[in-house]
């Protein structure tokens, strides 16, 4: 299984934009499909986004057109562009790794904070 570790996290006010990354250590990073979640307080982890190991491209649509996610198999890191951040997109956001349509691992996660 990879290990993944996720930076990038901080607070942005809200119309501003951060890039989380997400490395990969421990296994063949270029096999596996990639997602972003985050849980927000008292609510459950959901999908932001996910990215296949040919780099196709998925979205929750509440961040359809503001969040890109990329991956760069070089690096063995994933990356999601956020911009346009609003206060809502406050939470804890988790990197996953998923191989034969099954979660492997996540990261530790990282805190995103939207706030004037």
């Known amino acids: 299984q990879v290990q993944l570790v996720e930076f990038g996290g901080g607070l942005v006010q809200p119309g501003g934009s951060l890039r989380l990354s997400c490395t990969a250590s421990g296994g063949i990073f270029m096999i596996y499909a990639m997602a972003w979640y985050r849980q927000a307080p008292g609510k459950q982890r959901e999908l932001v986004a996910a990215?296949?190991?040919?780099?196709?491209?998925n979205y929750a649509a509440f961040v359809q057109g503001r969040f890109t996610i990329s991956r760069d198999n070089a690096k063995n890191t994933v990356y999601l562009q956020m911009n346009s951040l609003k206060p809502e997109d406050t939470a804890v956001y988790y990197c996953n790794s998923r191989l034969g349509g099954a979660s492997r691992s996540w990261g530790q996660g990282t805190q995103v904070t939207v706030s004037s």
């Open positions: 990215i296949t190991s040919s780099s196709s491209t």
